[in-house]
């Protein structure tokens, strides 16, 4: 099975997805990356076999969709510890 690198939109943004196979003994790996205004957010999926990295593949679509970038989530100007 093949997978085409490209474009994953969620929540009016784009992340960019690569696949990797026979990687870490032979697992496969889709890896999104969120470009961010100082640095590149990275989200991996990884599975054994290719079988399971294609079942899970929309899981990974459901936690981009909760990803929100840590400044902006907590406030620039939240003083407070987390």
């Not at 989200?43 to 929309?58: I, Q, R, W």
């Not at 969709?65 to 907590?74: D, H, L, S």
Request: aromatic share 10%; proline share 4%; charged share 25%.
């Amino acid at each position: 099975m093949s997978y085409v690198d490209g474009d994953m939109p969620f929540n009016d943004r784009t992340a960019k997805l690569r696949y990797f196979h026979g990687v870490n003994q032979g697992s496969s790996e889709a890896v999104a990356y969120i470009d961010e205004e100082k640095f590149i957010a990275l989200v991996v999926l990884s599975s054994k076999t290719e079988k399971g990295l294609t079942e899970a593949l929309p899981l990974l679509l459901e936690v981009l969709e909760t990803y929100i970038y840590g400044v902006k989530a907590v406030g620039a100007n939240d003083k407070r510890p987390i």
